[in-house]
Nanobody, 126 residues
Framework: QVRLEESGGGSVQVGGFLRLSCTAS????????MSWFRHSPGKRRKGVAT???????TYADSVNGRFTISSVNANNTLALQMYSLKPEDTAMYYC????????????????????WGQGTQVTVSS
């Protein structure tokens, strides 16, 4: 089973920028769908952005136009560039992977994702 490790979180002010990275321990896993989720206190963990094996992406409405997901290093690293950050973006951010047979979208249920990282905290203050 592949291990995922997130990094890049931190505290920024409104309008700031952060770049999250998710590094996989190996390339030997089914990376059909790669996703960033976030979890805020009192809310459900929700998909933020996805990147599938064909390079197609989806974004949650709340981040569309501000966040960019990409895969680098031959898919060994999943990045999330977050611009124009808002207080409501404050959350623990997790990366996750799912097999290629699923429909890869931010609406895809989290139970279909097989591998998860431990998360990285993002805090946006006004």
């Amino acid at each position: 089973q592949v291990r995922l490790e997130e990094s890049g979180g931190g505290s920024v002010q409104v309008g700031g920028f952060l770049r999250l990275s998710c590094t996989a321990s190996s390339q030997d896993y089914n990376r059909g769908c790669m996703s960033w989720f976030r979890h805020s206190p009192g809310k459900r963990r929700k998909g933020v952005a996805t990147f599938d094996s064909a390079g197609a992406t989806t974004y949650a409405d709340s981040v569309n136009g501000r966040f960019t997901i990409s895969s680098v290093n031959a898919n060994n690293t999943l990045a999330l560039q977050m611009y124009s950050l808002k207080p409501e973006d404050t959350a623990m951010y997790y990366c996750a992977t799912a097999p290629s047979w699923i429909y890869c979208s931010v609406e895809t249920g989290r139970n279909l994702f097989e591998n998860w990282g431990q998360g990285t905290q993002v805090t946006v203050s006004s």
